[in-house]
Nanobody
Framework: QVQLVESGGGLVQAGGSLRLSCAAS????????MGWYRQAPGKQRELVAS???????NYAGPVKGRFTISGDSAKNTVYLQMNSLKPEDTAVYYC???????????WGRGTQVTVSS
């Protein structure tokens, strides 16, 4: 059973930074893709950033230039560095691991990020 555990969320003022971590129970490059999603109150969960096959990186438009996704295979951990945070970044952030097989995708429990204005 794959486990993903997020950490690093918290309360920060607008313009500040946070780094989220997602510790996986197995090698992060054993997955087809790993990514970060977020869900704000009353909104659907949306993709923030992802790494596919350890090579291709994708960012959602609103976070481009401010967020950076990276991975450390030695620590089985994926990071999301978030800079220049805005109140609209407030959400629960979830780590996702996609095996590449239909129906085999894994989620962490999420970590709350709150950005005050």
């Amino acid at each position: 059973q794959v486990q993903l555990v997020e950490s690093g969320g918290g309360l920060v003022q607008a313009g500040g930074s946070l780094r989220l971590s997602c510790a996986a129970s197995q090698n992060i490059f054993s997955f087809n893709a790993m990514g970060w999603y977020r869900q704000a109150p009353g909104k659907q969960r949306e993709l923030v950033a992802s790494i596919t096959r350890g090579i291709s990186i994708n960012y959602a438009g609103p976070v481009k230039g401010r967020f950076t996704i990276s991975g450390d295979s030695a620590k089985n951990t994926v990071y999301l560095q978030m800079n220049s945070l805005k109140p609209e970044d407030t959400a629960v952030y979830y780590c996702n691991a996609d095996s590449g097989i239909i129906g085999l995708t894994y989620w962490g429990r999420g970590t709350q990020v709150t950005v005050s204005s």
